[in-house]
């Protein structure tokens, strides 16, 4: 088992933030980075669980509500200008979120795929990834993963990416896989995932090094 502090050279712990095109295998890399330093990971379907659980109701969230003041209003009124009016479900359930993630954060070292973690996080030790791979292959991923045929996956790539890319460049301004946004993006197409978890391993040993 790697030691996290020795592994990266740092004294705080890192969270590893994922985003990805649908079929890159990513949670398969989150696993094995998650092994290896015995950490937890968080896909998107935890910490929908994880607000469900949380005393945060998105439905009663309104801007001026005491927990939004501090990092989290501030990132997001600098790249989404609202009215009361225009604060609608998917806003409060965004903000609802990111504040998850960010008690989450205060845990300790993590794996956190997608929810704009990268993002949200800003401030704290984070290294931020971007999976990416050829569609072909992503659609084959898909086909033998799900037993869909080729015509259903890639319905449910094009869903699913522009869905996350929409969602994305909404909330953060940024671009989603865009190489400012990110410490490292990865075509998976030539790497198995405990390959492409230890090339993340090691770049983030690199910008955390002191």
Request: glycine content about 6%; aromatic content about 10%.
């Amino acid at each position: 088992m790697l030691n996290l502090n020795k592994w990266l050279g740092a004294h705080r712990p890192v969270i590893f933030t994922i985003d990805r095109e649908h079929g890159t295998d990513a949670m398969k890399v989150a696993k094995r980075i998650a092994d290896k330093l015995d950490i937890p990971v968080y896909d998107e379907q935890i910490i929908d669980l994880k607000l469900l659980e949380s005393s945060v109701d998105p439905n009663c969230i309104k801007k001026d509500d005491t927990f939004l003041q501090g990092t989290i209003y501030d990132l997001y009124r600098e790249n989404y200008s609202y009215s009361q009016e225009d604060f609608v479900a998917t806003d409060a359930r965004f903000l609802a979120n990111a504040k998850i993630l960010r008690d989450l954060a205060k845990d300790g070292a993590a794996v956190i795929l997608g929810k704009c973690a990268n993002y949200v996080l800003k401030g704290y030790d984070t290294f931020n990834v971007f999976l990416s791979c050829d569609e072909t292959l992503r659609i084959e991923r898909l086909m033998a993963r799900d037993h869909i045929s080729q015509q259903k996956a890639r319905g449910e790539l094009l869903k699913i990416d522009t869905r996350r890319k929409n969602h994305y460049q909404k909330y953060t301004g940024g671009q989603w896989g865009g190489p400012t946004d990110y410490d490292l993006i990865i075509n998976t197409a030539y790497f198995d995932s405990d390959d492409v978890a230890n090339v993340i391993l090691k770049c983030s040993a690199l910008k955390h090094r002191q």
